[in-house]
């Protein structure tokens, strides 16, 4: 069953436009083919260039044969581009809006929103973001999605979009140590932030979600996290 059938037939279907799919699954391999062709066509030019870089690989393109080595870099161009077209097609968000409930579809996975439980919607950068009524993040949705179309569907079903995050001013960046937080959250954002360092997306999701447990909204910029409380738990006290 799709998306679309179990929101229900008052939903808003939200994705994206035939024309711009299609762009992507011809541009990026046509794309790819041009700069592979291009690739070999200047390979001997940037080989004698002593300054440039890759000179090995440019060497390597400029000593094979034609007409192979044409065919061989255009298509290889064609097949990173048909790779490409199939991550953007993977990113694209596509949403069915309704007044009880919604339901957003990314890479083959839903996930629901229900309208009684969303104090706020908005977007953040490249995610989607849905908080509950205890201002915890019930949804952190990273993808390509047309804000302009997500903010007219979300207002038109009763849904309390902002056009930011509400709650940016109760951020505060974490160091180590910092009062207001137990050993336990400490613990967490120290692995988090080893997670971060190292680019290992998963784990940083996993221990978001375990800061969540604890009352603790948490976000990243340029691998720096700040956090805040939600409004269901006290802040903790400072140990002595």
């Given at each position: 069953?799709s998306?679309?059938?179990?929101?229900?037939?008052e939903?808003?279907?939200?994705?994206?436009?035939?024309?711009?799919?299609?762009?992507?699954r011809?541009?990026f391999p046509?794309?790819?083919?041009?700069?592979?062709?291009?690739l070999d066509?200047?390979?001997?030019?940037?080989?004698?260039?002593?300054?440039?870089p890759?000179?090995?690989?440019?060497?390597?393109v400029?000593?094979?044969?034609?007409?192979?080595?044409?065919?061989?870099a255009?298509l290889?161009?064609?097949?990173?581009?048909?790779?490409?077209?199939?991550l953007?097609?993977?990113?694209?968000?596509?949403a069915?809006?309704?007044?009880?409930?919604?339901?957003?579809?990314?890479?083959?996975?839903?996930?629901?929103?229900?309208?009684?439980?969303?104090?706020?919607?908005?977007?953040?950068g490249?995610?989607?973001?849905?908080?509950g009524?205890r201002?915890?993040?019930?949804?952190?949705?990273?993808?390509d999605?047309?804000?302009?179309?997500?903010a007219?569907?979300f207002?038109?079903?009763?849904?309390?979009?902002?056009?930011?995050?509400?709650?940016?001013a109760?951020?505060?960046r974490?160091?180590?140590?910092?009062?207001?937080?137990?050993a336990?959250a400490?613990?967490?954002?120290?692995?988090r932030?080893?997670?971060?360092?190292?680019?290992?997306?998963?784990d940083?999701?996993?221990?978001?979600?375990?800061?969540?447990?604890?009352?603790?909204?948490?976000?990243?910029e340029?691998?720096q996290?700040f956090?805040?409380?939600?409004?269901?738990?006290p802040?903790?006290?400072?140990?002595?």
């Amino acid at each position: 069953m799709s998306a679309e059938d179990t929101a229900g037939k008052e939903a808003t279907r939200i994705g994206p436009g035939t024309g711009s799919r299609a762009l992507a699954r011809a541009g990026f391999p046509v794309l790819g083919a041009a700069l592979g062709w291009l690739l070999d066509a200047a390979a001997g030019w940037v080989a004698g260039l002593p300054w440039a870089p890759l000179q090995g690989l440019f060497r390597l393109v400029a000593s094979l044969p034609e007409p192979q080595a044409t065919i061989g870099a255009a298509l290889l161009g064609l097949l990173a581009g048909v790779l490409l077209a199939l991550l953007a097609e993977h990113d694209y968000v596509h949403a069915a809006v309704g007044p009880a409930r919604t339901v957003l579809t990314r890479g083959g996975r839903n996930h629901i929103l229900h309208r009684a439980d969303v104090s706020a919607v908005f977007p953040d950068g490249t995610h989607l973001v849905a908080l509950g009524r205890r201002t915890e993040e019930l949804l952190r949705l990273k993808g390509d999605f047309d804000t302009g179309a997500f903010a007219a569907a979300f207002r038109a079903h009763g849904y309390p979009w902002q056009d930011t995050d509400p709650h940016a001013a109760e951020y505060r960046r974490w160091v180590a140590g910092l009062p207001g937080l137990d050993a336990g959250a400490h613990a967490l954002l120290k692995a988090r932030a080893h997670a971060l360092e190292k680019s290992r997306a998963d784990d940083a999701a996993q221990l978001r979600e375990e800061l969540a447990a604890l009352g603790i909204v948490v976000r990243e910029e340029k691998k720096q996290q700040f956090f805040r409380r939600d409004r269901g738990l006290p802040a903790a006290e400072p140990e002595t």
